[in-house]
């Protein structure tokens, strides 16, 4: 089972969904579609996709399959912001002691991704539990 509402916004758009791997597929098609329109870069579209891929993924790690998640995608005139709201206000993502380029590490290359792609991310608690805000230069 899979949903996605989609709301079109100003240079953007807010998802509504059931993590799936359908619903993520379909979310990241429309951030590439939606960022051309407003001539983003595909480089800066590529990695705002990644970014929405990785954000949505760790929700369903800590959350499970089919949470509920929002994910907001707009274009900004100094580059792109990825927002994904999931309904835990507890449970935040923290860094692993192991270093995610280390012969342990079988994951946590998220986070080192985020700092990468899109350095100074933020979590903020929200009405709907929390939100991680991420800003991506153009």
Same mark, same amino acid.
């Given at each position: 089972?899979? $949903?996605?509402a989609?709301?079109?916004? *100003?240079?953007? &758009? +807010? ?7 359908r619903? &993520?597929r ?6 590439a579609?939606?960022? +051309? ?5 595909a480089?800066?579209?590529?990695? $705002? /996709? ?5 954000? $949505?993924? *760790? ?18 005139? &100094?580059?792109?912001?990825? *927002? ?17 380029d ?9 986070? $080192?991704l ?8 933020? %979590?903020?608690?929200?009405? %709907?539990?929390? /939100? %991680? ?6």
């Amino acid at each position: 089972m899979w $949903a996605l509402a989609v709301r079109r916004r *100003n240079q953007g &758009f +807010a998802a509504h969904l059931s993590a799936s791997v359908r619903s &993520f597929r379909s979310v990241r098609a429309l951030t590439a579609e939606v960022l +051309a329109e407003y001539d983003v870069d595909a480089d800066a579209a590529e990695s $705002a /996709q990644l970014v929405v891929s990785e954000l $949505a993924g *760790n929700s369903v790690r800590a959350l499970g399959d089919h949470v509920p998640l929002v994910v907001e995608v707009y274009a900004t005139a &100094f580059g792109v912001a990825v *927002n994904v709201h999931d309904p835990d206000p507890v449970l935040l993502p923290r860094r692993r002691a192991v270093a995610p380029d280390s012969a342990e590490a079988e994951s946590g290359w998220g986070l $080192a991704l985020l700092d990468l792609l899109a350095p100074g991310w933020q %979590i903020r608690r929200s009405a %709907i539990g929390k /939100q %991680i805000r991420c800003h991506l230069a153009r």
